[in-house]
T-cell receptor, first 115, second 111 residues
């Protein structure tokens, strides 16, 4: 079975450009999570969806960040405009969540570099 | 501050030795999980221990949970070079679906 799929795996862009990261969760999973990982701040939860509805976006750093989940098999995280401090590895994870604290399955991540 | 904090931040051992990592947290939890991250990869779930459990085993992994001290430990026995990775604890709070990850322990197993 395919795990969580993320694209692109690497993205290099210039400051001010729009960046769109994509995620396909595991089929049948109903919760999706976007994380950002940096050396300084570790792994931070940005936003999570349950049944395609955003539940908690308190981790989204600024209005430059937005996330959507138009259907159960696809989500995007957009940064517009991007800044050098957005450079990080962005992970998407999914889970089958009928109760609290179930296991999350992570994608391979997108390494974003903003010059 | 993060809900889970691992200790030590880095650990280097010889192949065959046991590795112990600790995690402390601040609030009541539903369960605590341990994940492994190999360099350049996503996190992989290792083991979950519920708040009413004290110890759990999975292969060479042993996890303990002390809710009175708000702490957990992960023991990897007979370590192998392939165990080299970062290990994270993650806590699930009673009222939430999301996990809060600690800062991780970087384990290096020398051949």
């Amino acid at each position: 079975d395919a795990g969580v799929i993320q694209s692109p795996r690497h993205e290099v862009t210039e400051m001010g450009q729009e960046v769109t990261l994509r995620c396909k969760p595991i089929s049948g999973h109903n919760s999706l999570f976007w994380y950002r990982q940096t050396m300084m701040r570790g792994l931070e939860l940005l936003i999570y969806f349950n049944n395609n509805v955003p539940i908690d976006d308190s981790g989204m750093p600024e209005d430059r960040f937005s996330a959507k989940m138009p259907n159960a098999s696809f989500s995007t995280l957009k940064i517009q405009p991007s800044e050098p401090r957005d450079s990080a590895v962005y992970f998407c994870a999914s889970s089958l969540s009928n109760r609290t604290g179930v296991v999350q399955f992570f994608g391979p991540g997108t390494r974003l570099t903003v010059l | 501050s993060q809900q889970g904090e691992e200790d030590p931040q880095a650990l280097s051992i010889q192949e065959g030795e046991n590795a112990t990592m600790n995690c402390s947290y601040k609030t009541s939890i539903n369960n605590l999980q341990w994940y492994r991250q190999n360099s350049g990869r996503g996190l992989v779930h290792l083991i979950l221990i519920r708040s009413n459990e004290r110890e759990k085993h999975s292969g060479r992994l042993r996890v303990t949970l002390d809710t009175s001290k708000k702490s957990s430990s992960l023991l990897i026995t007979a370590s192998r070079a392939a165990d080299t990775a970062s290990y994270f604890c993650a806590t699930a709070l009673r009222a939430a679906r999301q996990l809060t990850f600690g800062s991780g322990t970087q384990l290096t197993v020398l051949p």
